[in-house]
Nanobody, 125 residues
Framework: QVQLVESGGGSVQVGGSLKLSCAGSKSIFSLYCMGWFRQAPGNEREVVAGIRADGSTYYADSVKGRFTISKDNLENTVYLQMNSLKPEDSAMYYC???????????????????WGQGTQVTVSS
C-alpha cells in the first residue's frame, strides 16, 4: 500500500499563494484517484480537489479558479497550487489515494483508503 507524505504548508497573507506536495512511497501512476482534502478545527473534512489516473481533474466549488491539482507520475507526486488564498482556506490539508478500485467519482471522500498526515495552511488578513 502506498504511503503519502504532504509538504509545503505554511502561513501566508490573504491573496497569497502556496504549493502543496504529496509524495508517494511508490508509483501513483495507476491509482484511480488522488485527492486533496482539508479540515478546519470544529469542521468536518471536506474535499478540495481530485485527479483521476487519466489526468481528469475535479474541484470543489469553493476553490474553482483558484486551486489547481496536478501530478507527476515520474516523481510519484501530486501537487496542489493554491492562489488567491482566503482566510477560510485555513485548515489542515491532507492528501489521499484511492488505491483499491477503478470506478467512482474522485471527489467522493469515502472512496479514499490511504491518507497522509497532513500539512497546515494558515491564511491571515
Amino acid at each position: 500500500q502506498v504511503q503519502l507524505v504532504e509538504s509545503g504548508g505554511g502561513s501566508v497573507q490573504v491573496g497569497g499563494s502556496l504549493k502543496l506536495s504529496c509524495a508517494g512511497s511508490k508509483s501513483i501512476f495507476s491509482l484511480y484517484c488522488m485527492g486533496w482534502f482539508r479540515q478546519a478545527p470544529g469542521n468536518e473534512r471536506e474535499v478540495v480537489a481530485g485527479i483521476r489516473a487519466d489526468g481528469s481533474t475535479y474541484y470543489a466549488d469553493s476553490v474553482k479558479g483558484r486551486f489547481t491539482i496536478s501530478k507527476d507520475n515520474l516523481e510519484n507526486t501530486v501537487y496542489l497550487q493554491m492562489n488567491s488564498l482566503k482566510p477560510e482556506d485555513s485548515a489542515m490539508y491532507y492528501c489521499a489515494a484511492y488505491s483499491r478500485g477503478s470506478v467512482g467519482y474522485c471527489l467522493d471522500i469515502p472512496l479514499y483508503d490511504t491518507w497522509g498526515q497532513g500539512t497546515q495552511v494558515t491564511v491571515s488578513s
